[in-house]
């Protein structure tokens, strides 16, 4: 059972627009969401973070937007730019020291 | 900077053969997690490690250990490997289970895993 899903496994953006990726969660428990980036054939990158006492954080073009009634987040790249395309993952952490990941969603910024 | 150290990157095994995979957290990082991503999913928490001793179990096999050694790095030992075993394994590293805010992790390169 995902308990944390990315149901867009693919995006494209013209750059310079918004780019808005999307993760829905189910259990309420969580405490921390997490955004990663991942290029091929290197590890997740941690982007940033949002704690659930929150609903939004901004750190220079990204922006994380919590919504706790629909257990819902997503993450807003503006401008988007042709270095953001890559695969992004969502992640929740319960507290535990470990993330559940959703399936990612891959991004694809045409120039 | 220092990152995570993953070895090897690319691993090829027979069906029952034995796998070590290796991990080498950032400085001074004392906690170590390994995940497994099957193709096209998500990546999976097998096990993780605080100051070399377990600190929590996901969805590891039997087949597999893992244990912390003194210098913090960690392996991950897989046997009887079957043919379902094939994925990137990541292990990621962080400054502990104490303190407040998100638990970032670092992640490494990962290291592919083809079971033939």
């Known amino acids: 059972d995902q308990q944390v899903k990315q149901n867009s496994p693919s995006l494209s953006v013209q750059e310079g627009r918004i780019s808005i990726l999307n993760c829905d969660y189910t259990n309420s428990m969580f405490d921390y969401f997490l955004w990663y980036k991942k290029y091929p054939a290197e590890g997740p990158t941690f982007l940033i973070s ?12 990204f922006t994380v937007f919590l919504n706790k009634s629909a257990k819902h987040l997503s993450l807003h790249i503006v401008p988007s730019q042709p270095g953001d395309s890559a695969v992004y993952f969502c992640a929740a952490d319960s507290g535990t020291y470990k993330y559940i990941f959703g399936t990612g969603t891959r991004l694809k910024v045409l120039a | 900077a220092a990152g995570v150290i993953q070895s090897p990157r690319h691993l090829i095994k027979e069906k029952r053969e034995t796998a070590t995979l290796k991990c080498y957290p950032i400085p001074r990082h004392d906690t170590v997690y390994w995940y497994q991503q099957g193709p096209g999913q998500d990546p999976q928490f097998l096990i993780s490690f605080y100051e070399k001793m377990q600190s929590d179990k996901g969805s590891i096999p039997d087949r597999f250990s893992a244990q912390q050694f003194s210098d913090y790095h960690s392996e991950l030992n897989m046997s009887s490997l079957e043919l379902g075993d094939s994925a990137l394994y990541f292990c990621a590293s962080s400054d502990g289970l104490a303190g407040s805010g998100a638990n970032v992790l670092t992640f490494g390169a990962g290291s592919r895993l083809t079971v033939l």
Request: hydrophobic letters at 15%.
């Open chain 1, 50 to 61: 949002i704690s659930s006492i929150k609903d939004k954080n901004e750190d220079g073009r």
